[in-house]
C-alpha cells in the first residue's frame, strides 16, 4: 500500500482481556517498528523486526507484550492481561533501511489502546 | 543514559511569525536526528540530518544540525494555522538496532 496501515484504529477492553494490534507496512520495507505513545509524550520504542527477525524486543515493558512477523510482512502485536496502565497509542513504523538504516522510519496512524 | 530533550515544550504564535523550536541530544554512537510533525494521526517525517551544518530546507521549513553543540533546530517561517501540531525530534544511536529514541515534542499552536 502507499502508506503503513495499522487497525483497528481504537480499541477498547476490558482489564484482563488479551488485545492483538496488527501493522501492515509500505510494500518492500524491510524494517519494522513498534512505538507506544503515552497521552503528551514522545513516542517509545517497544520492538524492532528485521524481515521476519526480531532484532530487538528491549521496549517491551513485560512479559505479556509479544510481537511477530512471520512472514517478514504483516506484524501482530499482542498484548495479554491488560493493565490499566498499558492504555496508550500504539504506533508502528516501517523504513527501507536494511542494516545500514540511512532511510527514515514512515509511521502509521496508530491504534488507541484503553483499558476498562 | 541516551535522551533527547526538546525545548519549548510549548509555543503560541500568531500567523506569519517565524519559530524556531530546538532539540538536544545525549546519545551515544549517533547516527542520525529525525523531524517529524504530528497533528491527531501518524507522526509525518520532515527531515533526516546526519552531517552538522548543512541546512535541509522543504518550503518554510528547513533544519539543521550542529554535531559539536549536540543540538538541531526547525524553523518554521511565516507561520500558518496549519502549522498547529506537535514537532518530535528523534535520533538514532545508542547501542539499538535502529530504534529511535524521541523527545517530549513542541507543541506549537498558530493563531489567525
Known amino acids: 500500500g502507499a502508506g503503513v496501515s495499522q487497525s483497528p484504529r481504537y480499541k477498547v477492553a476490558k482489564r484482563g482481556q488479551d488485545v492483538a494490534l496488527r501493522c501492515d507496512p509500505i510494500?518492500?520495507?524491510?524494517?519494522l517498528f513498534w512505538y507506544q505513545q503515552a497521552l503528551g509524550q514522545g513516542p517509545e520504542f517497544l520492538t524492532y523486526?528485521?524481515?521476519?527477525?526480531?532484532?530487538?524486543k528491549s521496549g517491551l515493558p513485560s512479559d505479556r507484550f509479544f510481537a511477530e512477523r512471520p512472514e517478514g510482512s504483516v506484524s501482530t502485536l499482542k498484548i495479554q492481561r491488560t493493565q490499566q496502565e498499558d492504555s496508550a497509542v500504539y504506533l508502528c513504523?516501517?523504513?527501507?533501511?536494511?542494516?545500514?538504516?540511512?532511510?527514515?522510519?514512515?509511521f502509521g496512524d496508530g491504534t488507541r489502546l484503553s483499558i476498562l | 543514559e541516551d535522551k533527547v530533550v526538546q525545548s519549548p515544550l510549548s509555543l503560541v504564535v500568531h500567523e506569519g511569525d517565524t519559530v524556531t523550536l530546538n532539540c538536544s541530544y545525549e546519545v551515544t554512537n549517533f547516527r542520525s536526528l529525525l523531524w517529524y510533525k504530528q497533528e491527531k494521526k501518524a507522526p509525518t517525517f520532515l527531515f533526516m540530518l546526519?552531517?552538522?551544518?548543512i541546512e535541509k530546507k522543504s518550503g518554510r521549513l528547513s533544519s539543521i544540525l550542529d554535531k559539536k553543540e549536540l543540538s538541531s533546530i526547525l524553523n518554521i517561517t511565516a507561520t500558518q494555522t496549519g502549522d498547529s501540531a506537535i514537532y518530535l525530534c528523534?535520533?538514532?544511536?545508542?547501542?539499538?538496532?535502529?530504534?529511535?529514541?524521541f523527545g517530549k515534542g513542541t507543541k506549537l499552536s498558530v493563531k489567525p
Open positions: 513504523a516501517s523504513s527501507g533501511s536494511g542494516l545500514f538504516l540511512n532511510q527514515p522510519q514512515h
Open positions: 523486526f528485521q524481515n521476519e527477525a526480531q532484532l530487538d
Open positions: 528523534a535520533v538514532l544511536g545508542g547501542g539499538s538496532q535502529g530504534n529511535l529514541i
Open positions: 546526519t552531517s552538522s551544518g
Open positions: 510494500s518492500g520495507h524491510v524494517s
